[in-house]
């Protein structure tokens, strides 16, 4: 989701269930891209990444997936547990502005329910 | 170290005071970036080293700012005449050598600073 002032964006999920996070990345010429998990009072932490090339990378219990003509990028979290609960931010890279600056979405908060 | 540390883990300062937040970054890391983070929002970029010098500082708000890396391992962020503004999260993270697509940034656990 996109954040609207200073109201973020939450999502709560069934313990157990399958989580789908998205994000709308604004740069067309953005050709990499993060997503980062950022527990209470934690500095953002590296989930997983793709790479304009790809339209879908998998991890461990994580999916990510890129659809480039509609700038859009989701986070699919299998099974989730407790320790899933957390703020995701995705961020996007583009050369073409600069090699090493990352942009940030606004994030989304991640609610397991037990 | 074992990952980037910060300190303090929080700052609490009056209206106009002087504040220096540190960070250690992984030992061998030539890349460290300074953001502020405000509640719910993603991290803002101020300032990217590579190794002892600013390679950019457009981030930084305005000249109450600075940060150095003297040695091209801790880093300080230095901010004169705190305002009320100025409170948020400072988060550092470092990376082995700067372009994200090669390597992962590290963050800190950041310092939460609070202007009265």
């Known amino acids: 989701g996109e954040s609207v002032g200073l109201h973020l964006p939450t999502l709560s999920v069934q313990e157990g269930d399958n989580s789908i996070i998205n994000c709308a990345y604004s740069?067309?010429?953005?050709?990499?891209f993060i997503w980062y998990k950022q527990e209470s009072g934690k500095g953002p932490q590296f989930i997983i990444d793709?790479?304009?090339n790809m339209d879908k990378r998998q991890g461990q219990r994580v999916t990510v997936l890129l659809n480039k003509t509609v700038k859009h990028l989701s986070l699919q979290i299998a099974a989730t547990q407790p320790g899933d609960s957390a703020v995701y931010f995705c961020?996007?890279?583009?050369?073409?502005?600069?090699?090493?600056?990352?942009?940030w979405g606004a994030g989304t908060k991640l609610i397991i329910k037990p | 170290g074992a990952g980037v540390s910060q300190t303090p883990s929080n700052k609490v300062t009056e209206k106009g005071k002087y504040v220096e937040l540190r960070c250690d970054p992984i030992?061998?890391?030539?890349?460290l970036y300074w953001y502020r983070q405000s509640l719910g929002q993603g991290p803002e970029f101020l300032i990217y080293?590579?190794?002892?010098?600013?390679?950019?500082d457009s981030g930084l708000p305005n000249d109450r700012f600075f940060a150095v890396r003297p040695e091209g391992s801790v880093s300080t962020l230095k901010i004169q005449r705190t305002e009320r503004g100025d409170s948020a999260v400072y988060l550092c993270?470092?990376?082995?050598?700067?372009?994200?697509?090669?390597?992962?940034?590290?963050f800190g656990p950041g310092t939460r600073l609070t202007v009265l």
């Open positions: 793709i790479r304009s």
């Open positions: 080293f590579q190794g002892t010098g600013a390679a950019d």
């Open positions: 740069n067309s010429a953005s050709d990499y």
């Open positions: 030992s061998g890391h030539t890349a």
């Open positions: 993270a470092s990376s082995l050598t700067g372009t994200p697509r090669l390597d992962t940034q590290y």
């Open positions: 961020a996007e890279n583009s050369p073409m502005d600069s090699n090493y600056q990352l942009i």
